[in-house]
């Protein structure tokens, strides 16, 4: 039987006791709720999700936080 190479998870190359990153946890979401299509994911425009801004799998700028905030706070249907 032919031996199958298996990756090694973050977790085992670096001794991190978290396998990823929220962020990449936060992209890996997004990937699974557009049915894997990486195009649907770049072209969402769910504002209102919360995890919208990470959606590409980066931290937003300081200056993009700045104006999802000052959407949010115009905009009454974001208010929870
Ligand atoms: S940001 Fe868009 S792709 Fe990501 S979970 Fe929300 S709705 Fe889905």
Do not use: H
Not at 3 to 23: L, Y
């Amino acid at each position: 039987m032919p031996r199958v190479k298996q990756n090694k998870t973050d977790s085992e190359t670096t001794g991190n006791p978290c396998p990823i990153t929220p962020v990449k946890a936060i992209r890996k979401k997004c990937v699974d709720c557009c049915c894997g299509a990486l195009k649907s994911v770049a072209e969402c425009e769910s504002v209102a999700c919360p995890i919208w801004p990470y959606r590409m799998g980066r931290r937003p700028t300081q200056e993009m936080v700045d104006q999802f905030l000052a959407v949010y706070q115009e905009e009454e249907e974001y208010d929870e």
